[in-house]
């Protein structure tokens, strides 16, 4: 049974930073590559950022490409989320996820329903 744990979230002003942190049991975590999505209120989910099994395809969701990198450790079970310039606009819940491929496909892991509890992100103005 796969597990993923979320941590980091928190609350901070406009231009302030946080890193978020999933930490994935229960499966080979090399075998997979991981996302981060986050749900605004009343809002469905959406996806952030992807890397692959190896780190080292990533991809972001454009509104957060120059702020926010993806990264993980394999030999920690880890991915991370580096949210820099954080605006009002990114206050949300953010999930992390994992897709069993070498590359991460969005549709097919939001399909997955492997869903941590989620971290709250929130930003003032």
């Known amino acids: 049974q796969v597990q993923l744990v979320e941590s980091g979230g928190g609350s901070v002003q406009a231009g302030g930073s946080l890193r978020l942190s999933c930490v994935a049991s229960g499966g080979t975590f090399t075998d997979h590559a991981m996302g981060w999505f986050r749900q605004a209120p009343g809002k469905e989910r959406e996806f952030v950022a992807a890397?692959?099994?190896?780190?080292?395809?990533?991809f972001y969701k454009q509104s957060v490409k120059d702020r926010f990198t993806i990264s993980r450790d394999n030999t920690k079970n880890t991915v991370y989320l580096q949210m820099n310039n954080l605006q009002p606009n990114d206050t949300a819940v953010y999930y992390c996820?994992?897709?069993?491929?070498?590359?991460?496909?969005?549709?097919?892991?939001?399909?997955?329903?492997?869903w941590g509890q989620g971290t709250q992100v929130t930003v003032s103005s």
């Open positions: 890397c692959s099994w190896s780190g080292g395809s990533i």
């Open positions: 996820n994992q897709d069993p491929r070498e590359y991460f496909d969005v549709l097919r892991a939001a399909a997955s329903g492997t």
